[in-house]
């Protein structure tokens, strides 16, 4: 990491290297005349991103920094990653920074690992794509290219703008700022031959429209290849594994009502469900979105109602196709299984008890329920705000040894309902020690109830 003389002084550099330099690339500004939010993220790039910038620009490369950093910065937004752009070649790039890694090396793009202070950096050779014929990934790459020609691969308008931060200058060739402002998604180039060379930008389009840069409305070409224009299909071919991260993506944003809602207006759904998917609608779903809400729990919480509709055999196996991971999809599948099924929020004990059985999966649930019974799940969330810790944990403080023992019972399904009784009673009462667990729960004979 640099010390904080050296951040000065690449601070500096950045700022008065390029003065009076002009590029003559597209819709550029002029140097040093960059709007305030383009200066913010220049100002206020991290010690190890302006370290790799100097490296580059120090071994007579140049740098850009593009895609969603710029359209974030551009909306106020503090961007989560920076995607470097470079003339330097993936072996070049490599000699001066020796820890990044070579994760996509065949399309020029390296790694370099997160630091405390921010998120990992990709850096990416300067490319133009050859054909692409399986609708998915380019048949070759042309390393070499400007960066003009390197952003007319990139997606849409406003992911397709570079900021160079040596000599502080913006390149817009697809006037992204303008759509930006706008709120229009647009393609770079024709929408359905972009859809044609990579089926998931079909996924894309609706992830950005929902993106918290936006809210973006497609442009008129977008719209109509996207409504019946026949691009839907072309997601059949993309393989699961990126449909997945594409939807956790969209699912984690705080507003998804209105896309998804266009997405099942259009097909999208069903292809991404495929044929075990009842439809569910997506109205509500804006409502498990809450400040506190953390985003693994909020798209638990959105694919379990998305599949509400499923029966759970379908649903099981619809998660799988989907490639989910293990402990996502048992997640979603108890999310599901469990809709509708709220405590009184005035009742100690069943607060307790829903807290115990459901674990790491509560915030998720209340998440889920939000969407079906807003106030409910407001008061059950507020009663179990204040609601205190158990004073013994979790754990049962009556074992199956103890209970032979005390009841001279056997063991079978007899002593596995008298176990899970008084452990029932324990967490409703919150009691700390085995003689109270036993003493309140008085007449064993009384109906079964089991737990959780
Ligand atoms: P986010 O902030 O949500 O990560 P992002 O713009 O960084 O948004 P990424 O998926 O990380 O999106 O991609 C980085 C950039 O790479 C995009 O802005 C876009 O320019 C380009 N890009 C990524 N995937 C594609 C694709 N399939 N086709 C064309 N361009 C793409
Ligand atoms: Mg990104």
Redo the contacts with the bound molecule.
Sequence with gaps: MCSDSKRLGLIERLIHVGAGWKTDMGDAGSAGQLDEPLRHLLDGLSNSALSLISKLDDGGHRVWI????I??ALKGLV???I?IATDASPEEVIALIPHAIPTGIQFGTVTVPPRDEDGQI?ITTLRADGEYIDGRRPTSVTFGASIEED?E????T???MALDPVNRTLIDPHFGRNDLDNGVLRA?GDPMK?FK??G??VL?AY??MA?P?GPYLPDESLAHTLHGGGAVPLLVGVSKERVLM?ME?LLTFPSVEDTLVRMERDGVLSVVFGPEWSVASPEGLDDCFDDEVNPWALRVARFALLLRRTDSVSRSILLEGLRMSGQDRSAVLAVCERLGQLPDPLDTGQLRRYRVALGTHLGAQLAADRCLDPSLANSVHNSLMSLAPLKAGENPLVNGLMIVERLSMEAGPELGRVKSLLYRVQIEHDISDAESVWEAAGDLDGPAQMWP
């Design positions: 593009v895609g969603g950093a359209r974030d961007p989560h990653d995607d990709e952003l691969r990139r997606d849409f406003v992911n397709a770079v972009r060379e990579d998931l930008r894309r992830r950005f993106h840069s594409e993506r």
